[in-house]
């Protein structure tokens, strides 16, 4: 069945520093690939999306290009801020009314 | 839009006492609902799915007779515990996803669920 990898955290990070968190999936078909944010405390939000190979989803800095070739979703930001911290949950669209396929999710830490 | 409320965003209920959390879709009509428990710390467990009008469609090992789930409406899900333990006690976290879209599931804030 349809499957999502992340890496493991957590990652600790200094302010303004790369980031990189890697994704990919393992799917049938052409699925929509998403990046959702969790804040302590909350629920998931959507960060960004993307639908088709080589689109890439950003938002607040965050950027990922769909890699159809790699089947890979990795997640980018130039420079990350203390308010960044938090978990960080790619998942593939599920088919029908199936829901979406998550990966383990991954803790990210950024520390002044 | 798509903006997903929960209610009570926290409740403490007595052991034995049964517990109802309610979940809007507030902007957009929710042909589908899910709903989730997280364990801290952890990712995702997924406890059922459940479609306007029809029985929801629980995951294995989710006691159905003790979660029960309403999808009456398409803005509204709601998740009650029933005789609840205080291994109940939990993150509860529904979502929900329109007609629209390409798949993506709006969640709500969550409900933190402790039973004494």
């Known amino acids: 069945g349809d499957s999502v990898t992340q890496m493991e955290g957590p990652v600790t990070l200094s302010e303004e520093a790369f980031l990189t968190i890697n994704c990919t999936y393992t799917?049938?078909?052409?699925?929509?690939l998403f990046w959702y944010v969790q804040y302590p405390g909350e629920g998931l939000q959507l960060l960004l999306k993307?639908?088709?190979?080589?689109d890439k989803g950003s938002n607040k800095g965050f950027e990922a290009t769909y890699r159809k070739e790699t089947t890979s979703f990795h997640l980018e930001k130039g420079s990350v801020q203390v308010s960044d911290s938090a978990v960080y949950f790619c998942?593939?669209?599920?088919?029908?009314?199936?829901?979406?396929?998550f990966g383990k999710g991954t803790r990210l830490s950024v520390i002044a | 839009g798509a903006v997903v409320s929960q209610h009570p965003s926290r409740v403490i209920c007595k052991s034995g006492t049964s517990v109802k959390i309610e979940c809007r879709s507030l902007?957009?009509?929710?042909?589908?609902m899910f709903w989730y428990r997280q364990f801290p710390k952890k990712s995702l467990m997924l406890m059922a799915t459940?479609?306007?009008?029809?029985?929801?469609?629980?995951e294995q090992g989710v006691e159905k007779d003790k979660f029960l789930i309403n999808h009456a409406s398409l803005t509204l899900s709601t998740l009650t515990v029933t005789s609840a333990h205080p291994e109940d006690s939990s993150f509860y976290i529904c979502?929900?996803?329109?007609?629209?879209?390409?798949?993506?599931?709006?969640f709500g804030p969550g409900t933190r669920l402790t039973v004494t």
């Open positions: 459940s479609n306007e009008g029809s029985k929801a469609t629980y």
């Open positions: 799917a049938t078909g052409y699925p929509s």
């Open positions: 902007d957009f009509q929710a042909t589908t």
């Open positions: 979502s929900a996803r329109g007609s629209l879209g390409v798949g993506e599931q709006y």
């Open positions: 993307a639908t088709k190979a080589d």
């Open positions: 998942a593939l669209s599920g088919r029908g009314n199936t829901p979406l396929v």
